[in-house]
Every structure is written in C-alpha cells, then in structure tokens.
C-alpha cells in the first residue's frame, strides 16, 4: 500500500510539473545570439528563459533599465518590454494623465513595444484605488481595470 501511494505521489507531481512548467533558465543559440547583440548593444546581466524551446525570453538591464525582449528560435525579435520612469513618458500621454487623474500618482510604468507598435500600461494610486491604464503614444488611454484597496 505504500509503495502504491509512493507510486502515485510522484505520478501526480510529474504530471503536475509538465502542466504548470515554468520557464528555466537556459543558453540560446548563435543566431539569437547574433540578433540579440546586433539589436541591444551595451546590454548587461543577461539571462535567458525558455519554457518550450520555441520562444527565448531575454532579461536584462540597459542604460538603468529592466528590458525583457522575446525573440522565435530563428533570432527573429518578437516583443520588448520594460519599466520607464514617468519622465520617459510621450508629453502627450503625460498630459492627458496629469489633467484626467490629477489626484492620483504613477507607480509603475511598463512600454510593451511588438510589430511597430508601442502601448503602455501605466498603474496609477489614488487614495483609495489602484487604476491600471492601457495607453498610446498619442495620448490615447483606456481603463484596464480599477481595483479598491482593502
């Protein structure tokens, strides 16, 4: 009977660690190598992730920022992401969150940037809310979700 439990113990937490695989760190090889260095010169720290070895996540930190940049197997860049400070912002999008959530102040700030374009998730706090906006570079902004603090 114990080893029958033993048995299936581990069955379950095999099956469970295939279906809820978490991304390891791991090398890539040289043509995302290559493209990785042609595109993000001066990159430190550098860390690769995969999870399925199709798609590579690369995190690391360039002119004191935190990017993470996704690229296929063959090298091809597909997304960049990374924290900005407010003053990084386009005066577009500054403006228009300044004058409709003047109240409330930024505390995060992530540029997403994929096939030419770029959108920004901006999280504003206000006294009794957290506000997570989805934004343009023109100045265009829609509510992502508002969530009341406890």
């Known amino acids: 009977m114990k080893k029958l439990i033993l048995l299936m113990s581990a069955a379950l937490l095999l099956t469970a660690g295939a279906l809820f695989a978490n991304p390891y760190e791991t090398k890539v090889n040289s043509k995302i190598e290559h493209s990785f260095s042609e595109t993000f010169a001066g990159a430190s720290e550098v860390k690769w992730y995969t999870d399925d070895n199709k798609t590579f996540t690369a995190k690391f930190n360039m002119r004191s920022s935190k990017v993470t940049a996704f690229f296929d197997d063959a090298g091809t860049l597909l997304a960049t992401s990374r924290y900005l400070e407010p003053e990084q912002l386009p005066l577009a999008l500054t403006s228009r969150i ?35 906006l989805k934004a343009d570079g023109s100045g265009s902004t829609s509510v992502q979700s508002r969530l009341k603090k406890a």
Do not use: P
Request: aromatic content about 18%; charged content about 25%; proline content about 0%.
């Open 98 to 132: 300044n004058k409709r959530y003047a109240k409330d102040s930024i505390y995060c700030i992530v540029e997403y940037a994929a096939n030419g374009n770029i959108v920004y998730f901006i999280t504003l706090e206000g006294k009794d809310t957290w506000t997570v």
